[in-house]
């Protein structure tokens, strides 16, 4: 299963995003609904699509949300000791042959 990003509309005015993984569902953030954003991501995007910003359809609202993705991935990496992003996987294969 590929990693999966969406969000739902836990509060009336407020988007909660997901990490879906084999191993679990992880939070990510909350931030205030935005329709754009809400449409976009609440079906769930593919992990390499939701940083390809040709996909936001020059919505803003959606490309800030982009930018965000990046640290709150790394962070719940770090957090519960999951390899979602290539860039992980190369680094621990990499410590891996090293040590």
Do not use: W
Request: charge should be positive; charged fraction near 25%; proline fraction near 3%.
């Amino acid at each position: 299963m590929k990693p999966i990003i969406y969000c739902t509309e836990t509060q009336r005015g407020i988007d909660t995003f997901y990490l879906e993984t084999i191993s679990g569902r992880y939070f990510l953030f909350q931030q205030t609904y935005r329709p754009g954003v809400h449409a976009h991501f609440s079906k769930g995007v593919r992990l390499e699509d939701a940083y390809d910003f040709s996909k936001s359809k020059r919505n803003k609202a959606v490309i800030k949300t982009q930018c965000k993705l990046p640290a709150y991935i790394k962070y719940v990496e770090s957090e519960y000791g999951i390899v979602v992003l290539r860039r992980t996987l190369r680094r621990a294969q990499r410590l891996q042959l090293a040590g």
